[in-house]
């Protein structure tokens, strides 16, 4: 390769080419394109003119851009709901028939109330704990042999979510198990009815012998005989009080909670028992679920019947326990107690939950409560299942 082609070649890389003439010794650079592109750019966009907008042109696009989004969510997105979103969910030919979600949610909210907020009716759920007519459960330690038997058992019942409470008499220990969760109560909640029922009559606001006519405003569907009476048959308080806890019966509870002041006095009365998470928000059958408890209060309950002389005379703890002790239902707790066992309880029904509360008395003389409120598939019968293996397991437990 002649020389000046080996001095281009080698310093062809670097950009630079060497070499002599006329002029003398060169030293010349070659930009590469690149570097011609770059510098272009820069040119370009150092004399490219700067458009300034206005701040006047700015402040009118910002006020069309707001009336535009305000004028889209006061009347064109509440409009578009009302007349074609919501017709899809709620279709109806009758356009001047207004409904009122909120009173439908909560269909006793004009009449069951104690509080006042922002215009609309509330029922508070506070309760004086301090000054409670009740005594609570006494509870000593838990018991975990036990409870790792039912927790065991609920692995094997996954689609069940149960709440479970068990109390033993002699040595206070017990089992908890979701006992301060709120569950829907079904027909258990005819148990603080009846204790309120049995509270008016002490105060002598009501008697035994009272008689009540069964109006079709009191007719309701769902468990109890009283359906299908005559109207205007009439009843004393002493029968529909059996009714209500033997037979289960919707009527005759809503009969009775209209005697002693309607759901508002039975949640008052709950609430100056120390009660806090447990009320009344509909008339039975409370299908939805929206009557609710736990199972520690409920455990409460029934420990007051039993051994609070203070709370009740031992009159109205007799016939109150005796009702008990004769529930028709006893394909629950009681399918899972020996033979000869004692149960005095009540139970409750509906789709989505399956419950049992009540007081056990063995043959040998141990006693306990026992509630469990099961949170199911609609009507499944691994429910029941459930709760009457889980009472195997406590009436094995309490009796070795």
């Not at 670097?14 to 750019?41: D, F, K, L, P």
């Not at 969760?181 to 148990?191: D, E, G, L, Q, R």
């Not at 509360?357 to 598939?377: D, M, W």
Request: hydrophobic share 35%.
């Amino acid at each position: 390769m002649p020389k000046l082609a080996r001095t281009y070649d080698s310093s062809y890389d670097s950009g630079y080419y060497y070499g002599t003439g006329a002029y003398g010794n060169r030293h010349t650079r070659y930009r590469s394109y690149e570097e011609y592109r770059n510098s272009y750019i820069e040119l370009r966009e150092a004399n490219r003119p700067v458009r300034r907008k206005s701040k006047r042109k700015k402040l009118v696009q910002f006020l069309v851009m707001a009336v535009f989004y305000l004028i889209l969510s006061m009347f064109v997105l509440p409009y578009a709901f009302c007349h074609i979103s919501k017709t899809f969910v709620e279709p109806t030919p009758y356009k001047s028939v207004k409904a009122d979600l909120a009173e439908i949610s909560f269909p006793t909210a004009k009449y069951l109330s104690n509080s006042w907020f922002l215009g609309n009716r509330l029922f508070s759920y506070s309760a004086d704990e301090k000054n409670a007519a009740m005594v609570p459960l006494k509870e000593n330690v838990n018991m975990p042999v036990l409870k790792q038997e039912l927790l065991s058992l609920m692995e094997l019942y996954p689609s069940i979510q149960p709440a479970i409470y068990v109390w033993d008499y002699e040595t206070q220990n017990y089992v908890d198990i979701n006992a301060d969760k709120s569950y829907a109560t079904a027909s258990i909640i005819k148990i603080p009815v009846l204790i309120d029922v049995f509270k008016s009559i002490e105060a002598g606001q009501i008697s035994l012998d009272d008689t009540i006519p069964l109006t079709e405003y009191y007719r309701t569907e769902g468990s109890g005989s009283l359906q299908f009476r005559a109207r205007n048959s009439e009843y004393t308080i002493d029968e529909l009080a059996n009714r209500m806890i033997t037979e289960s019966d919707n009527s005759a509870t809503n009969m009775l909670m209209a005697k002693v002041g309607s759901m508002t006095d039975v949640n008052q009365s709950i609430r100056d028992w120390g009660l806090k998470n447990t009320f009344v928000q509909t008339w039975l059958p409370d299908l939805g679920g929206t009557n609710r408890t736990t199972a520690y209060e409920m455990a409460t309950m029934l420990y007051n019947i039993d051994e609070n002389d203070s709370f009740l005379s031992e009159e109205s703890r007799h016939r109150i326990l005796n009702y008990m002790g004769h529930v028709h239902n006893n394909r629950l707790i009681q399918a899972g107690l020996g033979a000869g066992s004692v149960f005095l309880h009540k139970t409750g029904d509906i789709g989505k939950m399956l419950g049992d509360a009540g007081i056990v008395i063995t043959p040998g003389g141990k006693k306990y409560l026992v509630v469990i409120l099961a949170n199911r598939p609609h009507n499944s019968p691994a429910g029941k299942d459930f709760i009457v293996h889980a009472s195997e397991i406590i009436y094995n437990y309490m009796v070795k």
